[in-house]
């Protein structure tokens, strides 16, 4: 079973930088399409940037040009550079993943969350002074 541990998570002022760490283990990372997710308090869980298994991206419009996704496969770990970061930033951050034979890119590339599974249990970002 694929299981995911995020990490990286803290107290930032607005206009700094995180990076935010998820380590799985069960499976290799090879052929998933994986992606990025927050929930605040009060809001609906929603996909910040997802990234296919062939190093496609999207993000969602409110932290283009701010965050970047990235993989290491030999490390089996995403990665979220978050810079610039706001306080509407401020949420629990997960990490979750969909095979590829359970759907294509172009079907799971507007990062919506009911589309992926093997949820982590999240890292609280909190953008603050």
């Known amino acids: 079973q694929l299981q995911f541990v995020e990490s990286g998570g803290g107290l930032v002022q607005p206009g700094g930088s995180l990076t935010l760490s998820c380590v799985a283990s069960?499976?290799?990372?090879?052929?998933?399409?994986i992606g990025w997710f927050r929930q605040a308090p009060g809001k609906e869980r929603e996909g910040v940037s997802c990234?296919?298994?062939?190093?496609?991206?999207s993000y969602a419009d409110s932290v283009k040009g701010r965050f970047t996704i990235s993989r290491d496969n030999v490390q089996n770990t995403v990665y979220l550079q978050m810079h610039s970061l706001k306080p509407e930033d401020t949420a629990v951050y997960y990490c979750a993943a969909v095979h590829v034979t359970v759907s294509s890119w172009p079907t799971v590339s507007s990062c919506a969350p009911n589309m992926y599974g093997s949820w982590g249990q999240g890292t609280q970002v909190t953008v603050s002074s």
């Open positions: 990234l296919s298994s062939g190093d496609s991206t």
């Open positions: 069960g499976y290799s990372l090879d052929y998933y399409h």
